[in-house]
């Protein structure tokens, strides 16, 4: 399992400015900020924040009924989280891993009933933080 981070108080404000816009259904604003904390990550942290960006622009790709942009998308973003504990720099992770599964089936089945409904990313609970 990757070590978790010591993100910077600036790096912490991207974080939770990222899981904001991410839950108001603000996709591609999510990407730009989690982007700029990704550009100044080193270490095994980096695939994590890459695999949350993914993430985001695969609902941004649904948004705009991009099929096989968010397919592929997600599938990335999964793929990179799979290699994290159930929480990650503070982030529940278990629940983004299961929620994303969940779209992909349903981008596979082309079945996108509960579409109006996207996830919610949340920090872990204090005694579970990383």
């Not at 949350?52 to 999964?78: D, M, P, T």
Request: with cysteine; proline share 6%; charged share 30%.
């Amino acid at each position: 399992m990757p070590d978790p981070p010591r993100l910077s108080t600036e790096q912490e404000r991207l974080l939770e400015k990222g899981l904001e816009e991410f839950n108001s259904g603000l996709f591609f604003e999510c990407h730009d900020t989690l982007e700029e904390l990704w550009m100044g990550t080193r270490g095994p942290a980096r695939d994590f924040f890459q695999g949350l960006i993914q993430i985001a622009v695969g609902f941004y790709h649904l948004n705009q009924w991009n099929l096989r942009g968010a397919k592929s998308q997600l599938e990335k973003g999964l793929r990179k989280l799979e290699a994290y504990p159930e929480c990650y720099a503070g982030v529940d992770v278990g629940p983004i891993r299961s929620e994303v599964r969940g779209w992909l089936n349903r981008v596979r089945r082309n079945r996108l009933e509960g579409a109006a409904t996207r996830p919610q990313w949340r920090f872990a609970p204090r005694d579970r933080k990383s």
